[in-house]
């Protein structure tokens, strides 16, 4: 199957910084990637819709400000938490789709989870 | 909204065993596509299962199978000769037709399956 990555796996910062967050199609070009959020024992809350080239789609409470998407090539999507705040800590997961055995395919990454001090 | 309902939060299964997980949908559209995923212990989403709609043959895949009643938008999942790495977190998912931006991914709440001895 198609393998997606996510870097850093986790990170801890202070609060009031910025992290990036990056995910990656190993093997095959995404045109779309998307960001979910998932709290401890939750469900994953899609936060936005990734297209290469074009502004993020983001979903209804999602903060465009703080959250800046780029997905700047068909491999890579990166996820900017900005002036972070411990009520951002939580575990953020991207997805890449693909047409694949005649489906159009979610593959996701591992997570990365993100402790705001 | 179109919701993906689990009444079930957490079930438990001995070995060897079959256990069944149960998931409702709202939607409407005539044509989608429904997902059960499994997240286990390393956060990592794994696609179990897939069924399109207009197909009305139940999918399976190896011990994995499902129920799927369209008219009652019902869509189980059952487990046959569970064995202990199938514990985790299984996520029952909805997804539209469309290939566009429309076409996301809604999850279901949850529920965490622990196959003991």
């Known amino acids: 199957g198609a393998v997606v990555s996510q870097h850093p796996s986790w990170v801890i910062c202070k609060s009031g910084t910025s992290v990036k967050i990056e995910c990656r199609s190993l093997?095959?070009?995404?045109?779309?990637m998307f960001w979910y959020r998932q709290f401890p024992k939750q469900s994953l809350m899609l936060m936005a819709t990734?297209?290469?080239?074009?502004?993020?789609?983001?979903e209804q409470g999602v903060e465009k400000d703080k959250f800046l998407i780029n997905h700047a090539s068909l491999t890579l999507s990166t996820l900017t938490v900005t002036s972070a705040h411990p009520e951002d800590s939580s575990f953020y997961i991207c997805?890449?789709?693909?047409?694949?055995?005649?489906?159009?395919?979610?593959?996701f990454g591992p997570g990365t989870r993100l402790t705001v001090l | 909204a179109q919701t993906v309902t689990q009444s079930q939060p957490e079930m438990s299964v001995q070995e060897a065993e079959t256990v069944t997980l149960s998931c409702t949908y709202d939607t409407s559209e005539s044509n989608y596509y429904l997902f059960w995923y499994k997240q286990p212990p390393s956060r990592q989403m794994i696609l179990v299962i897939r069924?399109?709609?207009?197909?009305?043959q139940n999918a399976t895949e190896n011990r994995f199978s499902v129920n799927f009643q369209k008219a009652a938008k019902s869509f189980s999942l059952k487990i046959s000769d569970s064995q202990l790495g199938d514990t985790a977190m299984y996520f029952c998912a909805r997804r539209g037709p469309h290939t566009g931006t429309a076409s996301k991914l809604t999850f279901g709440t949850g529920t965490r399956l622990q196959v003991t001895l």
């Open positions: 069924q399109e709609a207009y197909k009305q």
């Open positions: 093997d095959f070009q995404a045109t779309t």
């Open positions: 997805s890449a789709r693909v047409h694949y055995r005649s489906y159009n395919e979610q593959f």
């Open positions: 990734s297209n290469e080239g074009s502004k993020a789609t983001y």
